[in-house]
């Protein structure tokens, strides 16, 4: 097979199940427990397209340019325009970013999506970045850290608002 560790031994496979099992959970390869999501996406490039390795290269890289385009727009917000260029060139020729950014691993999704709800989150866009939260986890399980940093922070800042009130009320914290 044309594909790479992970590719061959469980992504591909389990893209193929769900197309002609139908099934979510992958029958000709050993189940490594990762969400749906990843898998979902390559069967329906590969029923649209064909059951092709250059049919998963060219789906991951949308992913990875829907990645860099949150990066770009992050950085250009949070920023300016030069840093988010700058920015975005780095992250694409990072090396572990470009390795990844045509392989057929779940991480490249999660971290689009992650980027995404990030993106939306400092945006103050909180229903859509919880979408985009979902659907990161829905590609990868560690993906559930981002959107519990934003949680905790949420609840660190409601207290402290909520302290600030009661001292500036003439009230004993």
Same mark, same amino acid.
């Given at each position: 097979?044309?594909?790479?560790?992970?590719?061959?031994?469980?992504?591909?496979?389990?893209?193929?199940?769900?197309?002609?099992?139908?099934?979510? !959970?992958?029958?000709?390869?050993?189940?490594?427990? &990762?969400?749906? *999501?990843? $898998? #979902?996406?390559?069967? @329906? %490039?590969?029923?649209?397209?064909?059951?092709?390795?250059?049919?998963?290269?060219?789906?991951?890289?949308?992913?990875?340019?829907?990645?860099?385009?949150?990066?770009?727009?992050?950085?250009?917000?949070?920023?300016?325009?030069?840093?988010?260029?700058?920015?975005?060139?780095?992250?694409?020729?990072?090396? !572990?970013?470009?390795?990844?950014?045509?392989?057929? &691993?779940?991480? *490249?999704? $999660? #971290?689009?999506?992650? @980027? %995404?709800?990030?993106?939306?989150?400092?945006?103050?866009?909180?229903?859509?970045?919880?979408?985009?939260?979902?659907?990161?986890?829905?590609?990868?399980?560690?993906?559930?850290?981002?959107?519990?940093?934003?949680?905790?922070?949420?609840?660190?800042?409601?207290?402290?608002?909520?302290?600030?009130?009661?001292?500036?009320?003439?009230?004993?914290?």
């Amino acid at each position: 097979l044309p594909f790479f560790w992970d590719e061959a031994g469980f992504y591909v496979p389990a893209a193929y199940d769900l197309v002609h099992s139908h099934t979510l !959970i992958a029958r000709t390869t050993l189940d490594t427990g &990762h969400p749906p *999501l990843s $898998a #979902a996406y390559l069967a @329906l %490039w590969f029923t649209i397209s064909g059951w092709k390795p250059a049919v998963a290269r060219v789906a991951m890289l949308l992913l990875a340019a829907f990645a860099l385009t949150n990066v770009f727009v992050l950085a250009r917000r949070l920023v300016g325009i030069g840093v988010a260029v700058a920015t975005t060139v780095a992250t694409a020729v990072y090396p !572990i970013f470009f390795v990844q950014s045509s392989l057929t &691993h779940a991480d *490249l999704m $999660a #971290a689009a999506f992650t @980027l %995404w709800g990030i993106r939306l989150y400092i945006e103050g866009r909180v229903w859509p970045a919880q979408l985009a939260f979902c659907l990161a986890v829905l590609s990868k399980e560690t993906a559930v850290i981002t959107p519990l940093a934003f949680a905790l922070w949420e609840i660190f800042q409601h207290s402290n608002s909520g302290r600030s009130r009661i001292q500036r009320a003439g009230r004993p914290a």
